[in-house]
C-alpha cells in the first residue's frame, strides 16, 4: 500500500457503502444484483483497474484489484461478481488475439458489457477434460451445443467464455475457449438462477446451447486446441482473487467478534473477559496474521508476474480452509445469535463455505501441489 492506493481504497469504499450495502438483502431477494451496479463500477473505473488503458482498463497494477476484492469482503458482499468478470478480461488480455482486445476489454471495463465464464457442467466440474460441450465449425462460425451448470453472473452475462470442444477426439488437446456473445443469440438460453446456500445475491445460473452461434474469429487467441493449456495459465489469478478475499472475511470475521464479546455479557462479565473466548480470539488473530502475510506476498508476487500455479493452488485451499474454520469459531462466540441471519457472522457462514469447492476443489489444489514435491 501507498498514498495513491489509500485514496484509491477511500473511494472504493465510498462506492461500496453507497452503492452496494444499503441493497445487499434485496439483492438476495431478487437473486442478482441491479443491473445498473456494473455501469456504475464501470464510471468509477472499479471493473478493471488493473487492465492497461490502451484497452479502457484504469491502467493499475493486481494491487488495485486486490484492494476492491478487499473492501467487497469488508462490507461482506457475495453478490457483486465482478471477480469472474475480471477474470475472464484476463483471459482475454493474456490469451487473447489484438482484435478481441480491442473489441472486449474497453466494453468490460465501461460495464456495457457482463462476463462470464462457462467452465462446469452437469457431470464435469474440477475435471475439465470430461466436458461434453461441443461445438463444431461450419461456413459461418461454431455452433455450440450442450449445457453448463454453476456459472456465476449467468443472468446478466452479455459475453460468455465457453469452455468447449472442437476436436471431440483429441482430449485435451481438442478444448478451445469461445467468446459467445448473448444477444441476439437464438441458440443461447438463460435457465434458472439456482437456489444456493448462501451467496444468494450472485446470479449463478444454467447456461443452455442449441446450436448457439459464435464467430469463426472468437476463438480465444484464434487458434483451436489451445483451451486447456489456457485455462491452466490464467487459474492462478482466480485462485489468487480467492485468496485476498478469504483473507478480507477473516479480517472481518475477528473484527465483528471481538466487538460483540466486548458487548455480550454472560454471568456478570462480557464474554471476552472469559480465558476461552480471549484465547480462542489470540488464536484466529494470530491466524489471520499469518493469513495476511502470506497474501500480501502473493500480491507482490502478482504484480512482479512470478505467481505460479502451486503458489496459487496453496493461497486458495489454506485460506478458503482457514475462513471456514475461523468464522465456524466465531459463530460459536456469537451463540444463538450467530445462527440468525440478521447478524452479519451468520450470513459469512453460508457465504464461505463454497470457497473450499469453485475455483477448484481443495482436493484438486492439495494434488496440483504435491505433484511439485
Not at 7 to 35: A, C, L, T
Not at 136 to 163: C, P
Not at 239 to 252: H, K, N, P, Q, Y
Request: include cysteine.
Amino acid at each position: 500500500m501507498d498514498a495513491e492506493l489509500e485514496g484509491f481504497r477511500d473511494s472504493v469504499r465510498r462506492f461500496v457503502g453507497s452503492e452496494i450495502v444499503p441493497h445487499q438483502e434485496r439483492w438476495r431477494k431478487q437473486q442478482h444484483v441491479d443491473r445498473a451496479l456494473w455501469n456504475k463500477g464501470g464510471d468509477m473505473g472499479l471493473l478493471l483497474a488493473d487492465i492497461p488503458e490502451q484497452y479502457g482498463g484504469s491502467g493499475g497494477s493486481f494491487a488495485h484489484m486486490a484492494v476492491v476484492f478487499e473492501e467487497l469482503g469488508y462490507a461482506g458482499d457475495m453478490a457483486f461478481g465482478i471477480h469472474v468478470h475480471a477474470i475472464v478480461a484476463h483471459y482475454i488480455l493474456n490469451q487473447g488475439t489484438e482484435e478481441q482486445k480491442l473489441k472486449y476489454l474497453p466494453l468490460l471495463a465501461s460495464g456495457e458489457m457482463v462476463a462470464a465464464i462457462a467452465m462446469s457442467e452437469p457431470g464435469a466440474g474440477s475435471d475439465l477434460k470430461g466436458i461434453r460441450t461441443s461445438a463444431t465449425r461450419g461456413a459461418d462460425g461454431y455452433k455450440v451445443n450442450g449445457s453448463k451448470t454453476f456459472i456465476s453472473n449467468g443472468y446478466l452475462a452479455d459475453l460468455v467464455l465457453v469452455v468447449a470442444k472442437t476436436d471431440p477426439d483429441a482430449g485435451a488437446k481438442g478444448i478451445s475457449l469461445l467468446l459467445l456473445e448473448t444477444k441476439g443469440n437464438p441458440g443461447f438460453r438463460v435457465g434458472r438462477i439456482l437456489e444456493k446456500v448462501g451467496q444468494k445475491g450472485q446470479d449463478t445460473c444454467e447456461l443452455f446451447f442449441d446450436d448457439a452461434h459464435v464467430p469463426m474469429e472468437n476463438v480465444l487467441g484464434g487458434v483451436e486446441g489451445r483451451g486447456f493449456a489456457q485455462l491452466m495459465t490464467e487459474l492462478p489469478y482466480e485462485r489468487t482473487i480467492l485468496g485476498v478475499a478469504g483473507v478480507a472475511a477473516i479480517e472481518r470475521a475477528l473484527k465483528l467478534t471481538v466487538e460483540h464479546t466486548r458487548e455480550r455479557k454472560a454471568f456478570g462479565q462480557a464474554l471476552f473477559e472469559m480465558q476461552n473466548t480471549r484465547f480462542v480470539l489470540a488464536e484466529i488473530k494470530t491466524e489471520a496474521t499469518i493469513a495476511r502475510i502470506f497474501i500480501d506476498r502473493c500480491i507482490e508476487d502478482m504484480i512482479a508476474g512470478r505467481m505460479d500455479t502451486v503458489q496459487a493452488s496453496m493461497a486458495k485451499y489454506w485460506i478458503s480452509d482457514l475462513q471456514c474454520k475461523v468464522i465456524d469459531q466465531c459463530v460459536q462466540l456469537f451463540g444463538g445469535y450467530g445462527y440468525m441471519l440478521e447478524y452479519p457472522i451468520a450470513q459469512m457462514y453460508v457465504d464461505a463455505r463454497v470457497q473450499r469447492i469453485y475455483g477448484g476443489a481443495n482436493e484438486i489444489m492439495k494434488e496440483i501441489i504435491a505433484r511439485s514435491l
